[in-house]
């Protein structure tokens, strides 16, 4: 079983930056691929970001790209999420996915789930 808890949500003015934390508790980070997600009010959830397991490989949605930026500290059992340039189009709840394993999904396909922090952007 793996816990994971967001932080780092808030509200922060169009263009600005934040940077997301997903802390996980147990031994087994370093075997799991991460993922960030985020779900705009109305909308369905979408995918925002997702690592390896070694950090080495990253994917990121098209709406992101060039703006965030997906890292993780294995010593830490921490991943994060970089946001710059930030647009009122990303106010959304974030949520931080795990999942044992090789392949990165960029779909829904992760086994544990965080509890998800407000990001708010006023434009």
């Known amino acids: 079983q793996v816990q994971l808890v967001e932080s780092g949500g808030g509200l922060v003015q169009a263009g600005g930056s934040l940077r997301l934390s997903c802390a996980a508790s147990?031994?087994?980070?370093?075997?799991?691929?991460m993922g960030w997600f985020r779900q705009a009010a109305g909308k369905e959830r979408e995918f925002v970001a997702g690592?390896?397991?070694?950090?080495?490989?990253?994917y990121y949605g098209d709406s992101v790209k060039g703006r965030f930026t997906i890292s993780r500290d294995n010593a830490k059992n921490t991943v994060y999420l970089q946001m710059n340039s930030l647009k009122a189009e990303d106010t959304a709840v974030y949520y931080c996915?795990?999942?044992?394993?090789?392949?990165?999904?960029?779909?829904?396909?992760?086994?544990?789930w965080g509890q998800g922090t407000q990001v708010t952007v006023s434009s």
């Open positions: 147990g031994d087994t980070f370093s075997r799991t691929v």
């Open positions: 690592i390896s397991r070694n950090g080495g490989i990253t």
């Open positions: 996915a795990a999942r044992s394993g090789i392949s990165v999904p960029t779909t829904l396909a992760y086994n544990y």
